[in-house]
DNA sequence: GTGGTGACGCGGA
DNA sequence: ATCCGCGCCACCA
C-alpha cells in the first residue's frame, strides 16, 4: 500500500501544469491523503537535482518555497520556477496569480 | 522500544 | 508579521 499511496502522490504533483504551483498539503489532499503534507515533502525529497518530476512546483502553504535561504536548493527551485515563467520574489510566489488546485 | 528530526499546516497569542 | 504548540508520521540512530 505504501507503493500504491507514493504513486498517487507523484502522480498528483506530475498533474501540476507547468507555470503553476500547489501546496505540500494541497497535493497530500488531491492524493487522497489529507494532512499529510510531511510526506509529500519526504516523497519529494528523493528527486532533488534534474527533476523526473516537477517537485519545483511545490511550494509551502504560504506561497514560499521550503528550503532556507542560503540553501543550493533554494535558488534552484527559484531558478526552475523562473524557468517556466512563474515569478519568484523573496522566495516567494503569488499563490493568487500562481496556486493550482486541481482542475 | 524510544526519542529526535523533518521539503508541513493551522490556530492562537 | 512572528513565535509557539500541537497534530501528523516515516525514518533512523
Known sequence: MNRLRRQQ??????RIPEGRVASYGEVAELAGWPGRARLVGRILKEFEGPAPVPWQRVLRANGCIAFP?????????ADLLGQ????????????????????
Do not use: K
Not at 502522490?9 to 506530475?14: A, G, K, M
Not at 535561504?69 to 527551485?77: I, S, V
Open 9 to 14: 502522490i507523484l502522480d498528483t504533483v506530475l
Open 69 to 77: 535561504e542560503g540553501d543550493p536548493r533554494h535558488d534552484l527551485q
Open 84 to 103: 517556466e515563467g512563474v515569478e519568484v520574489r523573496g522566495g516567494r510566489v503569488d499563490r493568487e496569480r500562481y496556486g493550482w488546485s486541481g482542475d
